[in-house]
């Protein structure tokens, strides 16, 4: 067997055992973190102090897979002193239906919804929020996805987390959850779940400190300063780009100590691919260098290749059923951190992994993405005040608050 194959092999031997060693230790530490987090949620059941008021902002686009359980999370927290502010930008948006029926079934929550079609930027969730950030009554702002399922204890957790000394914003994890449990569904949780979350606790455990769009928790002062949302509608990540401003001041970003969860939603293949590319191009476009380094989260794409370079030595099978195995357990690990089982993807792990890869390699060129039934060009570029006023004017008239 020629030499350089011999080398490519055991290059690619060696990144999936660093894969391995990455995945393994990134469960282990979510293990650890749940666990911090129930001893989170006892004190929190027991403590008696004074909360602060908080408003919660939700912007929304149609009625998505599970929207009702997930904006029903919000609306049962356990927080004595909340405001929610929903958002869209169309008067006939199906979500509106779905908050008329959670407010029937809360009456007690107050609630303000902004139906607005005003836009600013590229960033149409950032520009619905402009709209709605008239409405917000309390000095802590908690910026939450449409899709994200909360635990009751959740605002307790982000509230004392910003709390904490030097920290200026508040994130939370989030793992996947399939709406139906779809193969394909179970497929998109398993690149979040088993991929991505073991990466983001390794990330965090070596100091690195990034903002996870799910949640954005800062105080109307510190949002101000740094120039309002207007300083993010030019950015599709406006989560990579409001982590930059904070960390910009010197201020730290806290992980709460409460996992969420996002909905997969995806009916396709197709559709979960289109979605994953969106992300792979958004986070390629922002962080170059961390998005190639995350190809050492598919260790099973790096034995096949192995396997590849070198299908009659003994070795290369040996690593890829090894890497299975440790993926396979790796994957129960995070399956109970989570609270998310995903049984039907075990045995499609390496299937998992390629399709990333093929993700990655999509995703390395080009820099235009398809959003909400728009294409978007990712990379950045200067605020256009003219157009913004523009907008600004032409929808002027067209806005209405149900309080």
């Known amino acids: 067997m020629p030499l350089p194959l011999t080398v490519a092999a055991s290059v690619c031997a060696l990144v999936s055992a660093a894969g391995n060693l990455q995945a393994l230790t990134g469960a282990l530490l979510l293990a650890r973190f749940r666990r911090t987090e129930r001893r989170a949620d006892d004190a929190l059941r027991l403590s008696e102090r004074t909360w602060p008021a908080v408003t919660v902002m939700k912007p929304l686009h149609g009625n998505e897979p599970l929207l009702e359980d997930a904006l029903e999370s919000v ?48 960033n149409r969730k950032v520009g619905n929020l402009m709209n709605m950030y008239g409405e917000a009554c309390h000095d802590i702002i908690v910026i939450s996805d449409s899709d994200i399922h909360a635990s009751p204890r959740y605002l307790r957790h982000v509230v004392t987390g910003l709390e904490e000394q030097g920290a200026g914003l508040v994130t939370t994890l989030y793992a996947g959850r399939p709406a139906a449990g779809t193969l394909v569904q179970q497929l998109g949780a398993c690149q979040i779940n088993h991929n991505f979350l073991p990466g983001v606790m390794m990330s965090r455990f070596l100091g690195r400190q990034d903002c996870l769009g799910a949640t954005m ?187």
């Open 75 to 122: 609306f049962t927290q356990d927080y004595p002193d909340f405001q929610i502010v929903f958002g869209v930008q169309d008067a006939q948006d199906t979500a509106l239906a779905v908050i008329e029926r959670l407010r029937g079934r809360y009456p007690q929550v107050p609630v303000s919804v902004v139906v607005d079609p005003r836009e600013y930027g590229p």
């Open 217 to 403: 928790a800062l105080r109307r002062q510190t949002l101000e300063e740094i120039g309002g949302l207007e300083a993010l509608v030019d950015h599709v990540a406006d989560d990579a780009e409001l982590g930059q401003l904070i960390r910009t001041r010197g201020e730290n970003i806290v992980i709460a100590p409460t996992l969420t969860h996002t909905t997969v939603g995806e009916h396709t293949l197709g559709e979960l691919l289109a979605h994953e590319l969106r992300w792979g191009r958004t986070v390629k476009n922002v962080a170059p260098v961390g998005y190639g380094l995350s190809s050492i989260q598919l260790p099973l794409f790096w034995a096949v290749t192995a396997v590849l370079f070198r299908p009659n030595a003994w070795w290369t099978w040996s690593l890829l059923l090894l890497t299975w195995l440790l993926r396979a357990i790796g994957s129960r690990i995070m399956d109970r951190a989570t609270d998310c089982p995903l049984p039907a993807v075990i045995p499609l792990l390496v299937i998992r992994d390629w399709l990333s890869a093929a993700i990655m390699v999509g995703s390395a060129r080009g820099s235009r993405v398809a959003w909400r039934g728009r294409t978007v060009h990712i990379a950045r570029r200067k605020r256009n005040s003219v157009s913004c006023a523009s907008s600004l004017q032409a929808g002027a008239t067209q806005r209405s608050v149900r309080s």
